[in-house]
């Protein structure tokens, strides 16, 4: 999350430079599935390139997260609607004494 969070520094900081459009256009496009050029994020200067690749690199990881916390929250709430059945633990084997 540490591109991230330098986007948010950066957007927060010094919202009217152009770098920080086009890295805000980026998150909004990356958010709501929708397209940016890639010819706009050309214009960067390298440092604020490779946050946009970051940037990029974490949001697909982020989103990998996402849809595990989903399947999780989805498999808990099947656990206690009794969909799913749960762990059944093996049984325990008896002992018994030899008398000598």
């Known amino acids: 999350m540490l591109a991230i969070k330098k986007a948010r520094k950066l957007i927060e ?5 152009p770098s920080s459009q086009i890295i805000a256009a980026l998150v909004l496009a ?7 050029s890639v010819a706009q994020l050309y214009q960067l200067d390298n440092k604020r ?9 974490e949001w697909r990881l982020d989103r ?24 059944v633990a093996a ?3 008896e002992v018994t004494k030899v008398a000598n």
């Open 49 to 57: 390139f490779e946050l946009a690749l970051e940037i990029l690199d």
């Open 64 to 87: 990998h997260y996402a849809s595990k916390l989903r399947l999780i929250d989805t498999s808990s709430l099947a656990r206690e609607l009794g969909l799913g059945a749960p762990p």
């Open 91 to 93: 049984p325990k084997a």
């Open 13 to 17: 900081t010094s919202p009217n430079d």
């Open 30 to 36: 990356l958010e709501s599935e929708t397209s940016i």
